[in-house]
């Protein structure tokens, strides 16, 4: 079983930064692809970026904002979060994908999920 506990969201200025962490508890993360999503309110949940190994996958409209990072001894996950816009509003989760680990953009691939961290970007 795995836990997954999202934290760093809030309310930031257009143009402003905000880190995402995700803290898994149950095992560790080496051995699995790990990813962010977000879902803004009417939407459908979106892939933004997913990392197994050294590998890293964005959605196109984050690249060169947004940095995932895995902090193994601390068993984390991290989203840093730069230039953010309005339509960067939205809940993100991160998600474990362990039985079959591989990045996907489908929610349904991933076995656990976080609760979701809210993040506003609004002047």
């Known amino acids: 079983q795995v836990q997954l506990v999202e934290s760093g969201g809030g309310l930031v200025l257009p143009g402003g930064s905000l880190r995402l962490s995700c803290a898994a508890s149950g095992r560790t993360f080496s051995n699995y692809a790990m990813s962010w999503f977000r879902q803004a309110p009417g939407k459908d949940r979106e892939f933004v970026a997913g990392m197994r190994s050294i590998s890293t996958y964005y959605t196109d409209s984050v690249k060169g904002r947004f940095t995932i990072s895995i902090n193994n001894a601390k068993n984390t996950v991290y989203l840093q979060m730069s230039s953010l816009k309005p339509e960067d509003t939205a809940i993100y989760y991160c998600?474990?994908?362990?039985?079959?680990?591989?990045?996907?953009?489908?929610?349904?691939?991933?076995?656990?999920w976080g609760q979701g961290t809210q993040v506003t970007v609004s002047s």
């Open positions: 998600a474990a994908a362990v039985f079959n680990p591989a990045v996907t953009r489908i929610p349904g691939a991933y076995d656990y």
